[in-house]
């Protein structure tokens, strides 16, 4: 059975940080990139990152420069380091894994 569990999430005061991690059981992740999606109420679901087998990640344009993303494959674990946060990333982060969808972790970024 493939799982995605991401953890990390959490409330953090604009400017800060968090990092969010996604576990990946049941399935390969080696070779394979993963994703990093967001929805805000009543928002449709983003993309906001990935990480090639390689290594190489792309970010969406609203986050680029604050975000950095890597992983472990021997951990089968994806992390996702967020600085610099704003209200505006305020969501449920989920990690997506060729079709599988992790539970979410919730960010909110508030005084």
């Known amino acids: 059975q493939v799982q995605l569990v991401e953890s990390g999430g959490g409330l953090v005061q604009p400017g800060g940080s968090l990092r969010l991690s996604c576990v990946v059981s049941?399935?390969?992740?080696?070779?394979?990139?993963v994703d990093w999606y967001r929805q805000a109420p009543g928002q449709e679901r983003e993309w906001v990152a990935s990480?090639?087998?390689?290594?190489?990640?792309n970010f969406a344009r609203s986050v680029r420069g604050r975000l950095t993303i890597s992983r472990d494959d021997a951990k089968k674990t994806v992390y996702l380091q967020m600085n610099s946060l704003k209200p505006e990333d305020t969501a449920a982060y989920y990690c997506?894994?060729?079709?599988?969808w992790g539970q979410g972790t919730q960010v909110t970024v508030s005084t």
């Open positions: 990480i090639g087998f390689a290594g190489i990640g």
């Open positions: 049941g399935t390969i992740m080696s070779g394979n990139t």
């Open positions: 997506k894994l060729l079709s599988f």
